[in-house]
């Protein structure tokens, strides 16, 4: 593959080059993915029948979805590190060496995510059958005793868990050099300790009713800001070898970007047409998501008038009129909380470009940084 | 710590030395985990208070409870290992640097266990609530809104994915050099996906009603025997720099040996006294547990008169009168079950002692082995 083949020219149209640089980053991903998988068939079939059958229930997860947005920030973070003599590490990997190392990402973020489907007790993910109801089809289709969907669950987490750990073997066995990886583990090990703490503090919010906007930043910020984007751009600049100033200003924008990128979805969850994200329009509503965007409304609402806060919070957290969800959608608006989260996403946005143009990064990849993030600004699901 | 600081004494009195290096290890192992989590303290704090309250609940769990077997197994592999000139890794590491890498099973166990109570729907571990009840209890405490239960396990599902996490940190953290820990990574690779292959037979062995004898002892064999024993010996063996032959005899002495430790646990899983092993008489009977115990008495009860297996089928899978449980250990005596399993304990644990004695090992490594699998053969617990 060729992704990084022509790092020079495409400074005059970063649009169309780095269309096609993101799209090798992902065909690269997935098929080191896949080699993956294979690489540990045997050492499953060995094991077991049922549980071939069970780590292929993974493998689709793996191989038939995602967008492989983590991989591609990682990608673009061991873009922007300078290569000028003496300027990286002497043990930067070559592109196909770097890819496969990131694709690693995916399989933490299949535990990730299989394990949230239990816990927010999701039925489809991707247009399929999330993990779990898939295992508890196989416990009804096979006429098998005991509680499926207890059943479903418990080889949901077991397949979690084999995901996270596999996430580490691939990174353990990265084609780097051990101070590659030495390099690359450091941002792993807080990267996937955030994650796991962004996933509590949202359940402890969700549980406990906190409206504040500060419980709303704190759960983007571990949950989505550093996993999603800071994290893998630092991890895969640190694999380039950058130094201490550059991983800074990427974390710095990274999460500056994650943020703005999290606001984005609040933004959909709400106004969001069902045809285009593919999600029932007024989803966050429903699920009384405790997202920045209502927590600003909650406040506005309240400063202006607590009894309109009040029929906010009666409007969320159960299924939805169409006319309850324009209610809804015309108290965010009135309030002004759309307007500040719009301002608030500019400004991120904004910063974060600042932060990058100001750096010593190289131009190519934050140019290819900018296209990647705004196409995800203006994605559909 | 002294533990290998008399190496070549004990041979002739090997029990009370051995109980003194089994103790120091013991030792050791908790000091280096109660440093780990020292070491993370900060960066979970900085995530949210929330997060570590949960992470306590974890560090409780691992530094209040367990017999350390799997790091014991491990210390005894490394110990296993002739240090004649050029007989082991120049890179060895010292013992006290083993026992620090050793301790990483630990975290790796805690997330089985965590997981497990979930799956299983365990309210005691330890003497203490499982994980999902304590957090169950703190949505409780702290009368949040929504499912408290399912708050329990959300919550739990998250810190037994930080603990294999960090077990993986742990490892790749580990003070020994990157040829060690190659070494170490192959067999640690292995065991974790052996062992979540071992629990997903055990949920598709049990949901399938599976009466077969092979059954039975796959899940043993992976969930129980290579976890538990074999894995942590050759890991420990790998880490001293054993080689091939050395690492082979003790993968399958351990295998025995891990066999024969789960059928005691399965006879006293039916006979054992509630008194003695702090466990309800007769709960794999209550549980209808997928034992190699119940696996064999049904054959031969089926052999001796269909009737007789159908009668022993409706005694488990609920709760038993002390006359229903009498009544089913007369049938495991009587059709010859429990003989048959105590015959199999004894040939396993006899050949894996002829293979460790005729092996190029550690004399007295051999024998703290002797010493350490007769104590937990007749442990209370």
């Given at each position: ?9 495409s400074v005059d149209?970063p649009?169309?080059d780095?269309?096609q640089?993101?799209a090798?980053?992902v ?18 079939a060995?094991?077991?029948?049922e549980?071939r059958a069970?780590v ?10 995602g967008?492989?947005?983590r991989?591609l920030f ?7 590190v300078p290569?000028?003599?003496?300027r ?11 890819i496969?190392?990131?694709?690693a990402?995916e399989?933490v973020q299949?535990?990730?995510?299989i394990?949230?489907d239990i ?5 489809t993910r991707r247009g399929r059958p999330t993990?779990?109801?898939q295992?508890?089809?196989t416990h009804?289709?096979?006429d098998w005793?005991?509680?499926?969907a ?5 080889a949901?987490?077991?397949v ?5 750990a596999?996430a580490?073997d691939m ?16 941002i792993w ?6 994650v796991?703490?962004?996933q509590?503090l949202?359940?402890?919010t ?5 409206e504040?906007?500060d419980?709303a930043?704190?759960?983007?910020r571990?949950?989505?800001a ?11 600049a640190?694999?380039a070898?950058?130094?201490e100033?550059l991983?800074q200003?990427l974390l710095?924008a990274?999460?500056?970007l ?19 994200t593919?999600k029932?329009?007024g ?5 009384a998501k405790?997202?920045a965007?209502?927590?600003v409304?909650?406040r ?7 009894a309109?806060?009040?029929r906010?919070?009666?409007l969320?957290?159960h299924?939805l009129?169409?006319a ?12 002004g909380?759309l307007?500040?989260?719009e301002?608030t996403?500019?400004?991120l ?5 600042d932060?990058?143009?100001g750096?010593?990064a ?5 140019g290819a940084l ?5 196409r995800?600004?203006h994605?559909?699901?």
């Open positions: 593959m060729s992704a990084s083949s022509d790092r020079s020219s149209s649009g169309a780095s269309t640089l993101l090798d980053v065909d690269g991903t997935e098929a080191a993915l896949r080699r993956y998988f294979d690489s540990r068939a045997d050492e499953v060995l094991i077991g029948e549980y069970a292929d229930v993974l493998s689709r997860f793996v191989l038939l979805g967008k492989r947005v991989p990682a990608y673009l973070g061991w873009l922007a290569t000028g003599e003496g990286s590490a002497p043990d930067r990997p070559d592109s196909d060496a770097a496969a190392t990131f694709a990402l399989l299949a535990c990730a995510l394990h949230d816990i927010d007790r999701s039925d993990a779990h109801r295992f508890e089809a009804r289709g096979a005793s005991g509680d499926a207890h059943y479903g669950v418990s949901a987490v077991i979690g868990d084999l995901a996270l596999w580490d990174i353990a066995d990265a084609p780097i050099t051990p101070e590659s990886l030495r390099r690359v583990r450091s090990s807080i990267m996937r300790t955030e796991l703490g962004g509590l949202d359940i402890v969700e549980a406990s009713g906190n504040s906007i419980a930043y704190r759960v983007m571990h949950k989505t550093g996993y999603t984007v800071s994290r893998p751009l630092t991890l895969g640190a694999l070898g950058a130094d100033e991983q200003t710095a990274g999460t500056d994650g943020l703005a990128f999290q606001l984005r979805d609040d933004v959909l969850g709400v106004f969001g047409d069902a045809a285009r593919g029932p329009s989803d966050d509503l429903v699920a405790r997202t965007l209502l927590a409304a909650l506005r609402a309240h400063d202006r008038d607590p309109l806060a009040d906010l919070r009666a969320i957290g299924p009129t169409e309850e969800l324009d209610e809804a959608r015309a108290i965010f608006v009135d309030v909380a307007e500040e989260i301002t996403i500019d400004e946005t904004t910063r974060a470009f932060r990058l143009r750096a010593d190289e131009p190519t990849a934050v900018a296209s990647f993030t705004a995800l600004a994605r559909e699901s």
